[in-house]
């Protein structure tokens, strides 16, 4: 009989060489996110300087102090790193509106903070050139909307706690919390960047606050919008309304009557005399 051969058995690797390939990896990583972050640095201080996204990878390359040959180990080309600054701005801006509305005394006002933020956040600012948000942005949504949906991931997950937690609470009716936070979202900000809305001959801007009702109302049915401005309407007002005499509704009541009566008048029959009156 032959012998039937061992497994062989798997010698562990040894812990220096682990050791020495993480350190050997961290090292590579740490330096390939150095270079990125210059990029993206010179690409900021283009934007700012010429005020416009108007530029070439060649005049990042000059402005990084880097090659051309490590700006394409990292980047696709100039559409991708204004992806990747579009994208870094979202998620600081996620981050600053987490942070603040942390201090809402409950579900639903954290959301009120963060919609009032991210308003604000979104409007132009007079003098003040954005054209990351202006001008790609913009671009983006209309040739890869897909980019700008995952750009925004980490505001729409935000949002959605938040709506999720007023629905727990009772604060908020919501099958779907996730649409309803992405509505939230886009109203506010394409309403904050949208033209005044004209009222006569002059522009009316759509303030922070208007919004905000609106949303309000969106997801509480109206109710709770109902009970604040009861609630914040003048004492004059709410006593003029209490005493003032109700519609009448006897109106419609005397013309039915009215009614009755010709119709009794033309179906009761005639008298004796009114008969042989007619006849005469």
Same mark, same amino acid.
């Given at each position: 009989?032959?012998?039937?051969?061992?497994?062989?058995?798997?010698?562990?690797?040894?812990?220096?060489?682990?050791?020495?390939?993480?350190?050997?990896?961290?090292?590579?990583?740490?330096?390939?996110?150095?270079?990125?972050?210059?990029?993206? #640095?010179?690409?900021?201080?283009?934007?700012? /300087? &010429?005020?416009?996204? #108007?530029?070439?990878?060649?005049?990042?390359?000059?402005?990084?102090?880097?090659?051309?040959?490590?700006?394409?180990?990292?980047?696709?080309?100039?559409?991708?790193?204004?992806?990747?600054?579009?994208? /870094?701005?979202?998620?600081?801006?996620?981050?600053?509106?987490?942070?603040?509305?942390? @201090?809402?005394?409950?579900?639903? /006002?954290?959301?009120?903070?963060?919609?009032?933020?991210?308003?604000?956040?979104?409007?132009?600012?007079?003098?003040?050139? *954005?054209?990351?948000?202006?001008?790609?942005?913009?671009?983006?949504?209309?040739?890869?909307? #897909?980019?700008?949906?995952?750009?925004?991931?980490?505001?729409?997950?935000?949002?959605?706690?938040?709506?999720?937690?007023?629905?727990? @609470?009772?604060?908020?009716? *919501?099958?779907?919390?996730?649409?309803?936070?992405?509505?939230?979202?886009? =109203?506010?900000?394409?309403?904050?960047?949208?033209?005044?809305?004209?009222?006569?001959?002059?522009?009316?801007?759509?303030?922070?606050?208007?919004?905000?009702?609106?949303?309000?109302?969106?997801?509480?049915?109206?109710?709770?919008? @109902?009970?604040?401005?009861?609630?914040?309407?003048?004492? /004059?007002?709410?006593?003029?309304?209490?005493?003032?005499?109700?519609?009448?509704?006897?109106?419609?009541? &005397? &013309?039915?009557?009215? *009614?009755?009566?010709?119709? *009794?008048?033309? =179906?009761?029959? &005639?008298?004796?005399?009114?008969?042989?009156?007619?006849?005469?």
């Amino acid at each position: 009989m032959s012998a039937v051969p061992a497994d062989p058995v798997e010698t562990p690797e040894p812990a220096w060489r682990q050791r020495a390939v993480e350190r050997s990896t961290r090292a590579a990583k740490l330096r390939a996110e150095q270079r990125v972050q210059r990029f993206l #640095d010179a690409a900021q201080e283009l934007i700012a /300087d &010429k005020g416009t996204t #108007d530029f070439t990878v060649q005049e990042i390359v000059e402005r990084s102090r880097q090659s051309l040959r490590s700006f394409y180990q990292h980047f696709d080309g100039k559409h991708e790193l204004l992806l990747a600054l579009f994208e /870094d701005a979202l998620s600081r801006s996620a981050a600053q509106i987490r942070e603040a509305a942390a @201090a809402g005394r409950d579900p639903l /006002d954290r959301l009120r903070i963060a919609v009032d933020l991210l308003y604000h956040s979104s409007e132009p600012r007079a003098g003040a050139q *954005s054209p990351l948000f202006t001008d790609f942005a913009i671009q983006l949504l209309v040739s890869h909307p #897909d980019q700008v949906a995952s750009a925004h991931l980490p505001l729409l997950g935000f949002f959605t706690e938040l709506v999720e937690e007023a629905v727990a @609470a009772g604060q908020a009716v *919501s099958p779907k919390p996730r649409r309803t936070a992405s509505l939230i979202m886009q =109203t506010a900000m394409f309403t904050a960047r949208a033209p005044a809305a004209p009222v006569g001959a002059h522009p009316s801007p759509i303030s922070a606050e208007e919004v905000w009702a609106f949303c309000l109302g969106g997801i509480t049915g109206g109710a709770v919008t @109902a009970t604040r401005a009861t609630e914040e309407q003048p004492e /004059d007002e709410a006593e003029a309304q209490a005493t003032a005499p109700e519609p009448t509704a006897k109106a419609p009541a &005397k &013309k039915a009557t009215a *009614s009755r009566r010709t119709t *009794s008048r033309a =179906t009761a029959p &005639k008298s004796p005399a009114r008969a042989s009156r007619s006849k005469a």
